[in-house]
């Protein structure tokens, strides 16, 4: 780990003791939830404060309130010891607080030059000449080379990563914040990123970086504040994190987010000191028969999205399959056309040796092919039906729920209590409207609908995005059980450690076609990395 | 606990017109407000209207419940008015239910009403009355299922929007029945209408009333559609597809074959609504005739919430409404228009109420609403 992440330096430069931001007893409340809960926190120029909390902690809510989109509904905010109001994302510009998001917020048809000067050119006419000198300037403050007239999408993940950033700096930022950037990001990722960050912090920059991982929060913070339920519940300082082990800081933070059941998840991807797949399968079942092939598969994508090109792959039973790619890659095509929900262009679909490219969705299910989507929401469930409803609509019509067209409500209450009680969805009942449960519960309730009935193939999208810890455990221990049934496994992920935590094998997904298929092992991360920058960034950097 | 929509702005509440979760006690108390509210309110905002105009809104009010409930004529009247409401509105309850808007209903109709009226008086008189009513109805069924079918697969095939299709088609649907009756099933009158159905062909009257059969058989009909839609599988496919297309296709349900079957079922019962007014209450259709019934229903099928049980007596009221209304607006000198103006603010009441009733649902009362409270709260 070592040598791709080297320990951060975390001594401030700017040699001020007035926080660039600090916030005081920030409270944010949503009906039925209070996202923040007097927290308070300072960002010191020179350093980077690493948020550390799982999915729902409150850490995007505090940053939006940062960046001017919320209201606190009590508390201050200080930027640079002076009190104000960050009434609106503008004036959270104004006050030098630049946010770089999530999901990347470049146009892939423009230019570097033409999508850093949109909505910051003052005037009419583009002044390229002003904006050249601006890229020039803070590329040389990050220290990494830009090429202005290079296409956005021609670009790999991390250099348009840095354009979001020097995005974020335009206007002469103070403050960066980073949320959650690293989802797909590779060691070799984010070994860079630690590299511009140590030019910004040199620029004496206050970075606050949001994560759910533990390693990058290891790996880039100098402070680090842990976010749980709304409430800061502790905090290492730069003498913590420089005196211990990584491993000893590692078991302080799980004991902080978790006390003493801190056991029972620590083992999970999210929470380890460094990339090294614990669990690398790289287990040998080409002798075990392949249930689901994929013979040059072309389907076109959604509106706006990628397609699938040519991608031709096989699942043996038993075998967990990753896809690991960008989102947006064509990974919902992918899905879908292995599914029946998307209709192959060209190329074969083959189960268990027998064609099935023709067959519709329903044929193929009984089949026992079987899709988790990740538009949980919007797609696997219908948000004001009962949890029991939900949990059978994939088998309408059929005995024993319905009998001769007629629908046998005890019937269906029966087996959503079982599968309730089997797949522990916490819900008041099984009447209770699926929508109004918590997004792990209602993962919980899609994978109790795919994976009962005899399932032989499951296609998992983005399985565990969004959920909080304990779910995300759970949800991969059902994986890893389900494998060990002979089921044959395709998980679709952005989430490169998940892919590493689970996979046998890796599939990489660039443009819409199968870059590479390696095996999972101890330096699958780094080469994955390799494949993900796809051939023609690749070339470009040669 | 994962945090859905905070921020998300009022403007893009889903308006919840289709019950889904039904069997819930408190629900019953909402779903009579839901439906009353818009109703008393329109009653009210009419009644500052006459009062405007110069009339006496209790005396108007009290003259619609003469006229379409307290005089045996007009009680029977009313009764026999629920038949078309009933048929159509179960029709488009078929396809609203799957978020299929079918706006057609006249040109539905209309095509029907003059089939059924321009065959019907040959048919009548060369076979058993009872056999030819069966095979009117069946013919009207056919007709109104049929002309449902391009907005339909237009809508399965191409995705194309069935609100434009189904509403031109209605035009469409309205000139041809006109044609027809001006044409090839013109009768021998000199007036532009069809042949008229001798009186021992029309359905029976029930005992000593004016009321035909064909109540009985729309409101069978309707409970036998009642049970379809809520206990069977096809019911269920329906509402899926109403509450998310997307769902549907992922959920592995024919979608392109359910929207045209869903279309034609709705068709068909507008159909039968035709065949049952010519054959018992009109007999002939003349040429231009044209109730618009389609638009007036919509809005008494979306304060049922698209259920058949809450129909039935939103059709009798609206029965007695129309009939009463016709008496009313006579003796207070107004246009009949003006019960027009009652259904709509009807509907407007009701999406403000729905609207009003969602904010209400989201507020939790155990968290601080304001500012000044969450501040009491933290210190």
Not at chain 1, 450 to 469: A, C, I, Y
Request: with cysteine; glycine share 12%; aromatic share 4%.
């Amino acid at each position: 780990m070592a040598e791709i992440l080297p320990a951060a330096p975390g001594m401030s430069t700017a040699g001020t003791t007035v926080p660039a931001v600090e916030l005081s007893a920030i409270t944010k409340a949503f009906p039925g939830v209070i996202a923040n809960d007097r927290i308070s926190l300072q960002a010191m120029h020179g350093e980077v404060l690493c948020l550390l909390g799982e999915n729902g902690a409150g850490k995007s809510t505090l940053m939006s309130i940062l960046s001017g989109l919320y209201q606190p509904d009590s508390g201050t905010i200080a930027v640079d010891g002076r009190e104000v109001a960050i009434t609106s994302p503008r004036t959270g510009r104004e006050l030098g607080i630049g946010m770089v998001y999530q999901h990347l917020s470049l146009i892939p048809t423009l230019t570097v030059l033409e999508n850093l000067m949109l909505g910051s050119n003052p005037g009419v006419v583009l002044d390229e000449t002003a904006a050249l000198a601006r890229l020039t300037e803070l590329s040389e403050t990050l220290g990494v080379h830009v090429d202005p007239t290079a296409r956005i999408g021609s670009l790999a993940l991390g250099q348009q990563q840095h354009i979001e950033i020097i995005k974020a700096l335009w206007k002469g930022s103070k403050v960066l914040i980073l949320d959650e950037p690293t989802s797909m990001l590779t060691p070799q990722g984010i070994a860079e990123l630690q590299k511009v960050l140590l030019g910004l912090k040199t620029a004496g920059l206050a970075i606050i970086f949001i994560t759910h991982k533990l390693h990058e929060a290891i790996a880039i913070g100098d402070r680090v504040s842990i976010l749980k339920q709304g409430r800061v519940v502790g905090s290492l300082g730069p003498e913590d994190l420089r005196g211990m082990t990584a491993a000893d800081v590692q078991a302080r933070i799980v004991h902080i987010m978790f006390g003493d059941d801190g056991g029972q998840v620590a083992g999970i991807a999210e929470l380890r000191e460094g990339f090294d797949p614990v669990r690398a399968r790289r287990a040998d079942r080409s002798g075990t028969p392949v249930i689901l092939e994929l013979s040059a598969i072309t389907a076109p994508g959604a509106r706006g999205q990628h397609g699938i090109t040519d991608a031709s792959f096989a699942v043996r039973e038993g075998e967990i399959l990753g896809i690991a790619g960008v989102d947006g890659n064509g990974q919902r095509a992918l899905a879908e056309v292995i599914a029946g929900q998307r209709k192959a262009t060209a190329g074969e679909i083959r189960f268990a040796g027998e064609p099935i490219t023709t067959l519709s969705v329903s044929q193929r299910q009984r089949l026992g092919l079987r899709y988790v989507t990740d538009d949980r929401l919007h797609e696997g469930v219908l948000g004001r039906y009962p949890v029991s409803i939900n949990l059978v609509l994939k088998r309408i019509g059929d005995a024993p729920f319905w009998r001769r067209g007629a629908i046998d409500r005890t019937a269906i209450n029966a087996t959503a209590r079982e599968l309730i009680r089997e797949f522990d969805i916490r819900t008041p009942s099984t009447d209770t409207s699926i929508g109004k449960l918590s997004g792990g519960n209602i993962q919980k309730a899609l994978l109790a609908r795919e994976l009962s009935f005899d399932p032989r193939v499951v296609v998992f999208n983005k399985p565990t995005h969004g959920l909080d810890v304990r779910t995300i455990n759970m949800v991969r221990e059902r994986i890893r059980a389900l494998a060990a049934r002979g089921v044959g496994v395709i998980v679709i992920s952005t989430d490169l450690d998940e892919l590493i935590d689970l996979s046998d094998r890796v599939a990489v997904l660039f443009e819409g076609r199968i870059a590479g298929i390696l095996d999972n092992g101890p330096d699958a991360a780094t080469r994955i990395g390799e494949l993900l920058v796809g051939v023609e960034s690749a070339a470009a950097a040669a | 606990m994962t945090q859905q929509t905070p921020g998300v702005s009022p403007g893009t509440e889903p308006l919840d017109l289709v019950e889904s979760n039904p069997g819930r006690a408190e629900a019953w108390v909402g779903r009579l407000a839901f439906t009353l509210g818009p109703i008393l309110l329109a009653f009210i905002t009419c009644g500052i209207l006459l009062a405007i105009l110069g009339r006496d809104p209790i005396a108007f009010y009290r003259d619609i419940l003469t006229g379409g409930v307290l005089r045996a004529s007009g009680l029977q009247d009313s009764i026999t008015r629920m038949v078309p409401i009933l048929l159509i509105g179960a029709g488009l309850i078929v396809a609203f239910r799957a978020s299929l808007w079918n706006l057609g209903a006249d040109g539905q109709y209309l095509l029907a009403v003059a089939f059924v009226a321009g065959v019907g008086p040959s048919v009548v008189t060369a076979m058993p009355p009872v056999l030819g009513w069966i095979v009117l109805a069946l013919g009207a069924v056919a007709i109104g299922a049929a002309w449902t079918i391009i907005p339909g697969v237009l809508k399965a095939r191409y995705g194309l929007n069935e609100i434009v299709t189904t509403l031109m088609m209605s035009f469409i649907g309205v000139g041809i029945a006109n044609l027809l009756v001006k044409g090839p099933f013109k009768g021998d009158q000199m007036v532009p209408q069809t042949g008229v159905i001798p009186a021992d062909g029309m359905l029976w009257d029930l005992a000593g009333t004016t009321i035909h059969v064909g109540v009985i058989v729309a409101l069978v009909v309707v409970l036998i559609v009642h049970v379809v839609l809520t206990r069977t599988s096809f019911g269920t496919r329906l509402d899926v597809l109403g509450a998310n297309p997307r769902a549907a296709v992922h959920l592995g349900i024919d979608v392109p074959r359910l929207i045209v079957v869903a279309f034609m079922v709705s068709g068909g019962l507008i159909g039968l609504a035709a065949a049952t007014d010519i054959l018992g209450t009109f007999g002939y259709m003349r040429a231009d005739w044209n109730p618009a019934y389609g638009l007036k229903v919509v809005p008494l099928v979306f304060l049922a919430r698209l259920n058949i049980l809450s129909l039935i007596p939103l059709a009798a009221f609206f029965g007695v409404l129309s009939i009463g209304g016709d008496y009313a607006t006579r003796l207070a000198h107004l246009p009949n228009d003006f019960i027009l103006l009652f259904v709509g603010l009807m509907l407007l009441f009701m999406i403000v109420t729905q609207y009003i009733s969602a904010r209400r649902a989201r507020r939790d009362p155990t968290l601080p609403r304001r500012r000044s409270a969450a501040r009491e709260a933290t210190a």
